[in-house]
C-alpha cells in the first residue's frame, strides 16, 4: 500500500520569490524522502491551489493526504482556512481521507537557522558588534499567535545573553521600527533584526525598510529552504500519517 502522499500547504503571495522559496523548500524535503509524494500548494494568490493538487493526486490513484501547513503561528489561515479547505476537497471526493499536521510553528530548532540567516546579514553589512536584536515575525489579531512569538523572543534572548524585542509586520505592536528605536532609546547602538518569516514577501520586506530607517544594522533573510526546516516538515507528516492509520 502507497504512502499517503504529503501537500506542503503555504498560505501564497503575490511576489513571486515567495513562491519560488517555498517550492525550493518542499524541493528540500523531497530530496530526503524521495519515496514519497510530496507537493506543494498555496491557499491563495499563488499557484497550484489545493484543490488542484487534491484532484491530480486522487486522479494518480491516492487515496490518503496529509497536508502540512507551512505556518509559523496558529492563527486565522490555521484555524479557519486550512480546515475549510480539507472539507471542501474531502465534499468533492467520495472515499478520500486527508489528515492536517500540526502547522511549523515557531520550533526551537529553527533559531539555528535564524541565526545562520543573521550571521550572512551581519557579514554582508561587515557588523561585528551587537548589543541587542529585534525578532520580527508577521503579526495576528490573535494574541495566542503574538504569544508564541514572544515566547520564542525569550528562548532566542537566553540563547544569545542579549536583549530581544519582539516585534510585528502588520496587525499588532510593535512594528520594527518602533522596536528598533525603543531599544535605541535604552542606549543600544548596535541592533540587527531576525526576519521569522517562512519567504520573501511584502510582509518581510515592510518589515526590513522600517527596521533600517530606524537605525538597525542588519536584518536577515527569512528562513527560507533550510534543511531543518525541511525535516520539521517530514516529522509533521509523520504524525499525520500514523493519524491515518484506523484504530
Known sequence: MAAPALVALAHGSRDPRSAATI????????????????????LDLAKPSFDTVVDRLVKAGFDEIVVVPLLLTEAYHAKVDVPEVIASAMARHEGLKIQASRILGMEAAFLEVLDVR???????????????????????????ANQSVARIAR??????????????????????????????????????????FLAPGRLPDRAGELALEAGAVAVSDPLGAHPAVARAILARYAVGAVELVPV
Open 23 to 42: 517550492k525550493s523548500l518542499v524541493a528540500e524535503v523531497k530530496g530526503m524522502r524521495p519515496d514519497l509524494r510530496v507537493e506543494t500548494a498555496f
Open 118 to 144: 543573521l550571521r550572512d546579514a551581519l557579514k554582508a553589512a561587515r557588523v561585528r558588534e551587537l548589543d541587542a536584536l529585534v525578532l520580527a515575525a508577521a503579526g495576528s489579531s490573535d494574541p495566542l
Open 155 to 196: 528562548t532566542w534572548a537566553a540563547r544569545h545573553r542579549l536583549p530581544v524585542t519582539a516585534a510585528f509586520a502588520s496587525a499588532t505592536p510593535p512594528a520594527t521600527g518602533e522596536a528598533v528605536r525603543a531599544l535605541r532609546a535604552e542606549g543600544k547602538r548596535h541592533i540587527a533584526v531576525a526576519s521569522f
